[in-house]
């Protein structure tokens, strides 16, 4: 059971857009900033978006965060079948004083 | 440019102990926290635990506190996981990952390859 709450899957077409949903609690997501991580089939996770809304350099702007209260929501427009991976949610829970990941979410483009 | 190898994995006997490293380049190992994350077959991300830039403080999750130490060298830019009383829920591939800052927890910008942990008899 993971601390916090992601759909296990979404699949949309490609071209198209869609979202992930992460929901947390104040210990969490609601006092500390999130992290989108993309893991592609067989690779090592790699940083997506950070401090709830920022992309590192070399993530397309096809990517964007946002987050309200206690959970986070990942965009992903103009879908491609690249984008096919799990995609995970994490922070910093102040009560545990300890990591905290999303369960992940498959994305498939249909 | 910024690179983590993880090395040490294996298979190991329940009960048993083994020592994960993690060799860092292409960056000032010494100004940011580290952490550790692992992947069960299958299955989602566990983080594990972090160390303060100058291993100051550590944290660890409750699943392995108490068997799991963290610890670095930052004269051989090196981070390092000692597992202890190994379990068969052990088994995983484990991450090592850079935080963004000298004592970062929420965001992990560099993640190496992995290296496979079996628990098994």
């Known amino acids: 059971q993971s601390v916090l709450t992601q759909p296990p899957s979404v699949s949309a077409a490609p071209g198209q857009k869609v979202t992930i949903s992460c929901s947390g609690s104040?210990?969490?997501?609601?006092?500390?900033?999130i992290s989108w991580y993309q893991q592609l089939p067989g690779t090592a996770p790699k940083l997506l978006i950070y401090d709830n809304n920022k992309r590192p350099s070399g993530i397309p702007d096809r990517f964007s965060g946002s987050k309200s209260g206690t959970s986070a929501t990942l965009g992903i427009t103009g879908l491609q079948t690249g984008d096919e991976a799990d995609y995970y949610c994490?922070?910093?829970?102040?009560?545990?004083?300890?990591?905290?990941f999303g369960g992940g979410t498959k994305l498939t483009v249909l | 440019q910024v690179q983590l190898v993880e090395s040490g994995g294996g298979v190991v006997q329940p009960g048993r102990s083994l020592r994960l490293s993690c060799a860092a380049s292409g960056f000032t190992f010494s100004s940011y926290a580290m952490h550790w994350v692992r992947q069960a077959p299958g299955k989602g991300l566990e983080w594990l635990a972090v160390i303060w830039y100058d291993g100051s403080n550590k944290m660890y999750a409750d699943s392995v506190k108490g068997r799991f130490t963290i610890s670095r060298d930052n004269s051989r830019d090196t981070l390092s996981l000692q597992m202890t009383s190994l379990r068969a829920e052990d088994t995983a591939v484990y991450y090592c990952?850079?935080?963004?800052?000298?004592?970062?927890?929420?965001?992990?910008?560099?993640w190496g390859k992995g290296t496979l942990v079996t628990v098994s008899s």
């Open positions: 994490g922070t910093w829970d102040s009560s545990l004083s300890a990591g905290v």
């Open positions: 990952a850079r935080a963004d800052w000298a004592n970062g927890v929420t965001v992990l910008d560099h």
């Open positions: 104040s210990s969490n997501i609601g006092n500390n900033y």
